[in-house]
């Protein structure tokens, strides 16, 4: 399936059940990834950044990127979700690790074991 196809079917599901949905912008989600969250996000900081370290990543570089808001894919204004739909290209060993060294207690909206077991 070519990569955007499980987004928009996601959309067009969600809008036959009359769930709006709209494209997701927030300032928080941007080039600097953990280095640039919010102050009131300190301990989700502290714990992405345990992560960013174990999978190799370089501080100075990541806090040198600019403050650019990336696109999310999808939110819902009423209930404020943010929606990330999990495409092919995001199936990666990184991922894989990030998600062995999320916190046992850590709410999810998913469950993790069984997102491991996909690979």
Known sequence: MPVGDCEKA???AAAADGI???????PWLNQRGHLGLPDQ???ARRRLDAIFLALGGDPEAQAA???????????HEPTGTFIEIDESQ???TYRR???Q???HD???GFAKDEYLALW
């Open 97 to 99: 690790l990030t998600l």
């Open 65 to 75: 990127k600019r403050m650019t808001s990336l696109p999310g894919d999808f939110l």
């Open 101 to 103: 060294h999320y916190p």
């Open 10 to 12: 996601f959309a067009v």
């Open 41 to 43: 996000a300190h301990e």
């Open 90 to 92: 995001h199936f990666t």
């Open 106 to 108: 850590a709410p999810l």
């Open 20 to 26: 709006v949905l709209a494209r997701a912008r927030v």
